[in-house]
């Protein structure tokens, strides 16, 4: 991907986390994510009081743009307003999204800049169910 692209990414992520709720943690995460046909499917972390029910910002992404279609993806920006806690996925994040593809490039913003790397580095030995 080029620097462009990753930027307007990172921009509409930035864009989405004011939408995020987070009135339990005040943790708030967004993520945008490009699929393949270029389309851009955003997301934001929704706390419940019940909190097993909340849901991370990467998920609803990927759960939207699953049910408008789309299976290929090729990059995911994440960030959060907290200076503190660098938005990285939890491991149920990084197992939805190899579901869809391994090679997802992950962009996450942190205080000190972008962190990029691929899925399958950040979780090598996914469930996978097609072996």
Do not use: H
Not at 7 to 21: G, I, P, T
Not at 99 to 105: H, I, M, P, Y
């Amino acid at each position: 991907m080029l620097c462009g692209e990753i930027e307007e990414l990172v921009k509409k992520a930035e864009d989405a986390l004011k939408n995020a709720y987070a009135p339990y943690s005040n943790y708030r995460v967004s993520a945008a994510l490009l699929c393949e046909d270029g389309s851009v499917y955003t997301g934001v972390n929704v706390e419940n009081s019940s909190y097993g029910l909340s849901i991370c910002a990467e998920r609803v992404a990927v759960f939207k743009a699953v049910s408008e279609g789309q299976r290929k993806f090729k990059a995911i920006a994440i960030v959060s307003d907290s200076p503190n806690i660098p938005p990285l996925p939890c491991g149920a994040c990084r197992q939805v999204l190899a579901e869809f593809s391994k090679d997802t490039l992950v962009v996450v913003k942190t205080p000190e800049g972008l962190f990029k790397g691929e899925l399958k580095d950040l979780l090598p030995y996914s469930f996978d169910f097609t072996k």
